[in-house]
Nanobody, 126 residues
């Protein structure tokens, strides 16, 4: 497993932007599928976005499509989530996740990922 560390969360007003970053501690994750999930109080963890090792296959949840952008830089061993036009309903703890590729995995499902970060809080005020 790869240990993941997120950064970049914080408090922002509705309509604002934040950029989350995730880096590995120890092993590289350049061959992993990387994802972002979020969990609001009292709710289940939900998929936000995922990106394959090449950056060529990307998925977004409908709720963030057009506002969020996931990207990765394998040379820097970093995956990012640019969040624009933030809404109060985006408030949650955001988690970075990494999964070793295997055919048949559904990358919108948390159980497809082997490694998780500790989470970073994003709060959007109205």
């Amino acid at each position: 497993q790869v240990q993941l560390v997120e950064s970049g969360g914080g408090l922002v007003q509705a309509g604002g932007s934040l950029r989350l970053s995730c880096v590995p501690s120890g092993r590289t994750f350049s061959t992993y599928v990387m994802g972002w999930f979020r969990q609001a109080p009292g709710k289940e963890r939900e998929f936000v976005a995922s990106i394959d090792w090449s950056g060529g296959v990307i998925y977004y949840a409908d709720s963030v499509k057009g506002r969020f952008t996931i990207s990765r830089d394998n040379a820097l061993d970093m995956v990012s989530l640019q969040m624009n036009s933030l809404k109060p309903e985006d408030t949650a703890v955001y988690y970075c996740a990494g999964g070793r590729y295997s055919s048949g995995k559904h990358w919108t499902a948390p159980n497809s990922y082997d490694s998780w970060g500790q989470g970073t809080q994003v709060t959007v005020s109205s």
